[in-house]
């Protein structure tokens, strides 16, 4: 099934009215799936990650194989994207999208989670899906495997800044030197989920189990404009043309070259406060 491309939205972006509206119909679909707790819905998806699927690029490297290579950007993109298939087609509802967290924004950076992820209750009464999910794994015999994720959120000031994202999309003219330093951002940002001093862990901050964290995805969506950002500036596929041909497993139908134009997708990212035209 194809869908019409859509805009991406700022988590900040998203229209909030009670009963309608973009965030609810994104709590709406994440509810949905999460009730889900077989192969067809978010906590399997979720386990394709890290526990127990274990398919994830990070750094070089993946548990599945020896091999190495820069898959990091390309691998989370396809994710992302079946997980948003996957959210339009579960709860038949063509205009749902991944918004993405602006961690580097002024709002962020005072604020903290956004109110959208981190409110504990929807208008309705409801817990909200996008706080916390209850994870339950049968198929993984060691705990933690049956639990709500958690977060413990470092200083908003904190967060990457938006120098240091426009330097890297700016600066950054080689794509190893890009996807190294945009990593390292982006685990900065998994790692400020968790507490320092006393030891409190957050699930964003582990590879494990950070997908079960539905921030993951808003903050996933948000690496994966700013290497849109860069494409645009760079080329989309300057310094990875030996890729395109790699199949992006469990997402096999997927190859490398079919997520570099991320409108074949299915979306697009919408106008931001980094004045960029689309
Ligand atoms: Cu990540």
């Not at 390309?74 to 749902?96: C, F, G, M």
């Not at 339950?136 to 639990?147: A, C, F, G, L, V």
């Not at 507490?195 to 969506?221: E, K, Q, R, T």
């Amino acid at each position: 099934m194809s869908y019409p491309v859509l805009h991406r939205k700022s988590i900040y972006a998203l229209e909030v009215h009670p009963e309608s509206g973009e965030l609810n119909n994104l709590r709406a679909a994440f509810k949905i799936s999460m009730d889900i707790n077989d192969n067809r819905g978010y906590g399997y998806i979720a386990g394709f990650h890290g526990v127990p699927s274990w398919y994830c690029w990070h750094h070089q490297t993946d548990r599945r194989t020896t091999i190495s290579g820069p898959y990091f950007l390309p691998w989370h993109r396809a994710y992302l994207s079946y997980l948003e298939i996957h959210l339009k087609q579960n709860s038949n509802d063509p205009t749902v999208t991944i918004p993405y967290w602006d961690w580097s924004s002024n709002q962020s950076r005072s604020e903290g989670v956004p109110k959208a992820y981190d409110e504990e209750k929807m208008p309705n009464g409801e817990p909200n899906p996008l706080k916390t999910f209850h994870v339950q794994i049968p198929s993984y015999p060691r705990p933690p495997n049956d639990r709500y994720t958690r977060r413990y959120p470092g200083p908003p000031q904190a967060l990457p800044t938006d120098e240091q994202v426009q330097g890297i999309i700016h600066n950054d003219n080689n794509f190893d030197d890009f996807i190294l330093d945009l990593q390292e951002i982006h685990d900065a940002v998994h790692g400020w989920f968790s507490n320092i001093n006393p030891p409190l862990f957050g699930d964003m901050g582990a590879v494990a189990w950070s997908s079960y964290d539905p921030i993951f995805y808003a903050h996933h969506c948000m690496i994966d404009r700013i290497w849109y950002l860069w494409q645009l500036e760079h080329g989309p596929t300057t310094g990875f043309e030996q890729l395109l041909d790699v199949p992006l497993a469990p997402f096999d139908l997927l190859s490398v070259k079919d997520v570099i134009d991320i409108r074949r997708l299915g979306y697009d990212y919408a106008g931001s406060i980094h004045n960029v035209s689309f």
